[in-house]
Structures are given as structure tokens and as C-alpha cells.
């Protein structure tokens, strides 16, 4: 099994900053892997798939980059309806495996 | 515009089972592979089963493997997860979710669309 490690657990930043999110995998996963958006009471959204590409309908701020095993989802400018939790997901191999998670919380 | 309505979630005793159905409209639902998501309280997600297109080839997370059975009708663009031999770790929100809509490299993306989510508790 493929183990996703996020970093950090928690991301506390204010309004029009940069935020920088780390995902880790145990064994490279090519770019098969894409990024999932959760926020409080609510179903997740996908943002980024294939390591690098904004799904439909996701601004531009939302970018990520990466392949093999070093993953990272940057938003440029924070806006107040980013702040939620971000999670990694990879497609490489089954079982298809998350990662524990990022909340990006209001300084 | 695509959209997912999961449903038959409860409470159930520890031993029992249910049943989840998951109904699709906004796209042609025989076309693209479905799946299954959970989250426990408080937790992060974890995938749980995913059905093929067309195929109706079928994976499961060792933690539900032997017990939970997915399935889908196409005629009725409704995706099932029959759960038998329910436990307390099972206790979760279930999403179900579309598949398949962004595709490269041989691989295709899992969970493009979530639905909502239907709450299983298993307690006595």
C-alpha cells in the first residue's frame, strides 16, 4: 500500500498570503495524483488532478506541481473560502490511499 | 450538471448489514467507473470500493474485503454498497462518488464528483 504523508498537520495563515502544502509518498506514484478540497460540513471537491491540472471550474490560484514522490498544491493568494482541510489522494496502484490531511486555518 | 444522492444510511447493530444506494443524473452513468469514500467522526477519507465501467470489474479496501459488495444498475443510474457484518470502525459519512473524467498517462481520476453523503452508524 501507498502511504501519503501530508505536512504540515496545520497551516495557520491570514487572508492574501501564500500557501504551501507537502504531500509525501512512500513509493513514487508517477504524477497520478490529485488533490481533494473539504471544507466544514461538507462533501469534498476536487481541485487539482493528475499532480498539476485545475479541474473544472477551480481559479487560478490553485496550482500544484510535482511527480514521483514530492507533491505540493500552492494557493498564491489565500481567499476567506480556501480556509478548509486539503487532502492528497494517489491512483497509481490499488488500494487507492489518502493522506491525513492538511487544514489551512485563519491566523 | 452532475449530481449524486446518496441514501439508506442508519443506525445498526454491530453483526448487521445495510444497504447504500447512490442515484446519478447528469451524465451517461454506464460510461464512467464509480466509488465509494468514507470518513469516520473527525477523521480524514479513505476509499473504499470502487465498480468499472462497463467491465463491472470490482476493488475493495482490505479493511471492508469479504464483507462489503458494490454494484450498480445501470438502468436505474444507481450504484449500490451492500454492507454485511457491520462493525463499530465502520461507523462513517459514505460518499459515493463519479470517476473517470479526467484521464492520462493510462490512469483516470477517481472522485471527480462527490455526492453528499449518508451517515452509518453501527452501535448497539
Known amino acids: 500500500e501507498i502511504v501519503l504523508t501530508q505536512s504540515p498537520a496545520t497551516l495557520s495563515l491570514s487572508p492574501g498570503e501564500r500557501a504551501t502544502l507537502s504531500c509525501r509518498a512512500s513509493?513514487?506514484?508517477?504524477?497520478?495524483l490529485d488533490w481533494h478540497q473539504q471544507k466544514p460540513g461538507q462533501a469534498p471537491r476536487l481541485l487539482i488532478y493528475?499532480?498539476?491540472n485545475r479541474a473544472t471550474g477551480i481559479p487560478a490560484r490553485f496550482s500544484g506541481s510535482g511527480s514521483g514522490t514530492d507533491f505540493t498544491l500552492t494557493i498564491s493568494s489565500l481567499e476567506p473560502e480556501d480556509f478548509a482541510v486539503y487532502y492528497c489522494?494517489?491512483?497509481?496502484?490499488?488500494?487507492?490511499?489518502f493522506g491525513g490531511g492538511t487544514k489551512v486555518e485563519i491566523k | 450538471e452532475v449530481h449524486l444522492l446518496e441514501s439508506g444510511g442508519g443506525l445498526v447493530q454491530p453483526g448487521g448489514s445495510l444497504r447504500l444506494s447512490c442515484t446519478a443524473s447528469?451524465?451517461?452513468?454506464?460510461?464512467?467507473?464509480m466509488y465509494w469514500g468514507r470518513q469516520a467522526p473527525g477523521k480524514g477519507l479513505e476509499w473504499v470500493s470502487g465498480?468499472?465501467?462497463?467491465?463491472?470489474?470490482?476493488h475493495y479496501a482490505d479493511s471492508v474485503k469479504g464483507r462489503f459488495t458494490i454494484s450498480r444498475d445501470n438502468s436505474k443510474s444507481t450504484l449500490y454498497l451492500h454492507m454485511n457484518s457491520l462493525r463499530a470502525e465502520d461507523t462513517a459519512v459514505y460518499y459515493c462518488?463519479?470517476?473517470?473524467?479526467?484521464?492520462?498517462?493510462?490512469?483516470?481520476?477517481?472522485?471527480?464528483?462527490w455526492g453528499q453523503g449518508t451517515l452509518v452508524t453501527v452501535s448497539s
Open positions: 462518488a463519479k470517476g473517470g473524467e479526467y484521464c492520462s498517462g493510462g490512469s483516470c481520476s477517481n472522485f471527480d464528483y
Open positions: 447528469g451524465f451517461t452513468f454506464n460510461n464512467y467507473a
Open positions: 465498480i468499472i465501467d462497463g467491465s463491472d470489474t470490482t
Open positions: 513509493q513514487s506514484v508517477s504524477s497520478h
Open positions: 493528475s499532480a498539476s
Open positions: 489522494q494517489q491512483r497509481r496502484n490499488w488500494p487507492l490511499t
